[in-house]
């Protein structure tokens, strides 16, 4: 599903036009983008949480030059779904 399927499908549910419901997530993802970058993580009740996970120094080898070279500690975004969203898509696969 891409963000114009759920633009669409958000659309045909609420009523609400398209323009207004792509401002809507649109101005949704830019608010969690800004929330990550700034260490903040953001909790969805029933959804699951958008969180920084911190990632440490390792050392790693680049096969093709035969060396080895460190990978500072970094951070990444990671997303962790609710026990309920789990359960749910659990469900569906039976």
Same mark, same amino acid.
């Given at each position: 599903?891409?963000?114009? !399927? @759920?633009v669409?499908?958000?659309?045909?549910?609420? $009523? =609400?036009?398209?323009?207004?419901?792509?401002?809507? =997530?649109? *101005?949704?993802?830019?608010?969690?983008? !800004?929330?990550?970058?700034?260490?903040?993580?953001?909790?969805?009740? $029933?959804? $699951? *949480?958008?969180? #920084?996970?911190?990632?440490?120094?390792?050392?790693?080898?680049?096969?093709?030059?035969?060396?080895?070279?460190?990978?500072?500690a970094?951070? @990444?975004?990671?997303?962790?779904?609710? /026990?309920?969203? =789990?359960?749910? #898509? /659990? !469900?569906?696969?039976?």
């Amino acid at each position: 599903m891409t963000k114009a !399927d @759920i633009v669409n499908e958000i659309a045909k549910n609420t $009523g =609400v036009d398209k323009a207004s419901v792509l401002a809507t =997530v649109e *101005s949704f993802m830019e608010v969690v983008k !800004d929330s990550l970058a700034s260490n903040e993580n953001v909790y969805l009740r $029933g959804f $699951g *949480s958008f969180i #920084v996970k911190k990632r440490a120094e390792k050392t790693a080898r680049n096969i093709s030059k035969n060396t080895t070279i460190i990978i500072p500690a970094h951070n @990444i975004p990671a997303f962790k779904p609710a /026990k309920t969203f =789990v359960a749910q #898509v /659990k !469900d569906n696969n039976k």
